[in-house]
């Protein structure tokens, strides 16, 4: 059974940083594309940021500078280091992943609180 698995989300105030992780398991093909999204109360779904299987990234306008996310092909896990948080990322965020063929993936969400 193909899971994937988030971690690392909490309660942070503003300035400060958290580390997301999502491991991935059960999958016998290759993810072609991970990414990031998140979810606010009353919101729709946003992108945060991908990054293919090759290391090519994209980030969200809103995040750029600040997050960072790179992946562990190895240990079939993905990281979304997130710097200078802001009250405005307070929201669920989901690991999400893509592979040709086969279709897309999600998480059950991680909740990421930042107070002001």
């Known amino acids: 059974q193909v899971q994937l698995v988030e971690s690392g989300g909490g309660l942070v105030q503003a300035g400060g940083s958290l580390r997301l992780s999502c491991a991935a398991s059960g999958f016998t093909f290759p993810i072609n594309v991970m990414g990031w999204y998140r979810q606010a109360p009353g919101k729709q779904r946003d992108l945060v940021a991908t990054?293919?299987?090759?290391?090519?990234?994209t980030y969200a306008d809103s995040v750029k500078g600040r997050f960072t996310i790179s992946r562990d092909n190895g240990k079939n896990t993905m990281y979304l280091q997130m710097n200078s948080l802001k009250p405005e990322d307070t929201a669920v965020y989901y690991c999400?992943?893509?592979?040709?063929?086969?279709?897309?993936?999600w998480g059950q969400g991680t909740q990421v609180t930042v107070s002001s």
């Open positions: 990054i293919s299987s090759g290391g090519t990234t």
């Open positions: 999400n992943g893509f592979a040709t063929f086969r279709g897309s993936y």
